[in-house]
């Protein structure tokens, strides 16, 4: 018994010199979104606000002052969202909104039918789907309302078009499944 002890602990002690050589992980490297993506979904964005513009105040806005006015949140309601640890009602409109632009742009790049289902509860956890058929494409966790409210268009874009890109992916690496049973029929 004693010798497969002592292999054992010989085993560990490589295992404990092999882990100080690892480099400490760093922060990932975010590249720039793909810029069709992203006119696609700032034009998405200002059609769905529009369609809430019901007596057309801001029909005449450029898309970008269009999302600073109607979409963005400032910071004085980010500070008020942080500090009661209770979602605003900016967040609540943003997520919603955000995950159906998103959806809307997948729809147009894949020729998919691509639903979107985003809630948030009064802590600020929630969770947004964007799902096609019985696959789940996106799914991403809100805890404390993070990253939601976004009070800069960039990061909003930014986020927007890191889901959309996942979501392409995701069904790109299925593509031959869904093509020769169709989404609905995929077992997961």
């Keep these: 018994m004693e010798p497969m ?47 809430g513009d019901f007596f057309g105040r801001h029909a005449l806005l450029p898309p970008l002052e269009k999302l600073e006015k109607l979409y963005l949140a400032s910071s004085e309601d980010k500070s008020q969202s942080e500090f009661n640890c209770a979602v605003s009602p900016k967040v609540r409109q943003q997520v919603p909104l955000l995950f159906q632009a998103m959806a809307g742009v997948m729809e147009e790049q894949t020729g998919f039918m691509i639903q979107s289902t985003a809630e948030i509860n009064g802590e ?41 890109e996942e979501g392409l992916a995701f069904l790109d690496k299925y593509k031959e499944i869904t093509s020769q049973h169709g989404l609905l029929s995929l077992e997961g």
């Design 5 to 51: 002890a002592n292999e054992n602990a010989a085993l560990q002690e490589r295992e404990f010199t092999g882990t100080a050589a690892i480099r400490p992980r760093s922060r990932k490297v975010r590249k720039e979104p793909d810029q069709e993506l992203a006119d696609a979904l700032v034009r998405r964005l200002c059609q769905l606000l529009d369609a």
């Design 124 to 164: 600020g956890f929630g969770r947004g789907l964007l799902y096609s058929g019985r696959v789940i494409l996106v799914l991403r966790s809100l805890r404390a309302g993070f990253p939601f409210p976004f009070t800069s268009a960039e990061k909003t874009i930014r986020y927007g078009a890191e889901c959309i």
